[in-house]
């Protein structure tokens, strides 16, 4: 079909949602903001989730390196979504191009991928994206790859990213945020399950044209 399939990671590809928010947890002591609650924090967006934690802008950059390296040293322990590896199965053989756009680290990212044996199925990997920083990194993606470009991710900035870069988004709702706060933001596309997602990446790519839906 010719398109590019750019594809979150954590939430994504790995369930390491639950992992993340443990850790967060697990310091908040140490670092001084507050714990927070796994199913409230679901239906919040990022910054949202900044203000709950009491988490100032200031000390974002050295948490979110602290925690990618926690993240990197339990990388041999996230598993893949079910369903995910027949979905990138799935697409390649439809000839579909893959990248990976996320915040986590390349190493965490190289590991996960070559524990699952998908390594070779992503001709583009950005890594260590900041957090409020997609919509630029995108927009990079819209220079360096073939178009059309569509996404797949399971958050709100990710929705939010895609509006402003006006490429498709196939939301899942099976990561971060939940199927509900996933709607509101009307993405256009919402998959429950990988065998969903498949269904929808193949409409979203009939859809396009240049780039756009």
Known sequence: MGATILFDFDGTLSDSVSLGLALVNAYAGEFGYRELDCGLAR???????????????????????????????????????????????????????????????????????????????????????????????IRLAQRQLKPPLIYVGDELRDVDACRRTGIPIVSVAWGFNTTDVLRSRNPGFVAETAAEALALLKTAAAHCDGGKP
Not at 112 to 130: D, N, Q, T
């Open 43 to 137: 239906k919040l967006s990022a910054m949202q989730l900044l203000r709950a934690a009491a988490i100032p802008l200031w000390k974002l950059p050295y948490l979110i390196h602290f925690f990618r390296r926690k993240l990197a040293e339990q990388a041999e322990e996230l598993q893949l979504f079910p369903g995910v590896g027949e979905l990138l199965a799935a697409l390649r053989a439809s000839g579909f191009e893959l990248g990976i756009l996320t915040s986590n680290s390349a190493r965490t990212v190289s590991v996960f991928l070559k524990k699952h044996g998908i390594e070779s199925y992503f001709s583009y990997i950005r890594a260590s994206v900041p957090l409020f920083g997609k919509t630029r990194a």
